[in-house]
């Protein structure tokens, strides 16, 4: 079993940064690839990043791209999401994901095995 814990939530100001963090845990944790998507109320869930464990491999949604960045602490089992320049769009709940198998499509949630239980992000304007 494979437990994910996000950190670095919070309610900040349009143009802040956050910092979330993911620690992931296990008996034996490897995965293919970590990813980070949001939910906002009325919303489905959205792909926001993803990092290949091995290759370090990165994707982002468009309405990211350039604003926030993903990165790993392989030592530490730990992925990062960095947002910069946040806006009020960007205000949900985040949530991280492993994917422990091949995944050749890591932008959909059907790839992702294990989910954290999300932290709160808001923006206001």
């Known amino acids: 079993q494979v437990q994910l814990v996000e950190s670095g939530g919070g309610l900040v100001q349009a143009g802040d940064s956050l910092r979330l963090s993911c620690a992931a845990s296990?008996?034996?944790?490897?995965?293919?690839?970590m990813g980070w998507f949001r939910q906002s109320p009325a919303k489905e869930r959205e792909f926001v990043a993803t990092?290949?464990?091995?290759?370090?491999?990165?994707d982002y949604a468009d309405s990211v791209k350039d604003r926030f960045t993903i990165s790993r602490d392989n030592a530490k089992n730990t992925v990062y999401l960095q947002m910069n320049s946040l806006k009020p769009e960007d205000t949900a709940v985040y949530y991280c994901?492993?994917?422990?198998?091949?995944?050749?499509?890591?932008?959909?949630?059907?790839?992702?095995?294990?989910w954290g239980q999300g932290t709160q992000v808001t923006v206001s304007s």
């Open positions: 994901a492993a994917a422990i198998g091949y995944a050749p499509h890591p932008h959909r949630a059907y790839e992702y095995d294990y």
């Open positions: 296990g008996r034996t944790f490897r995965s293919y690839a």
């Open positions: 990092i290949n464990w091995s290759s370090g491999n990165l």
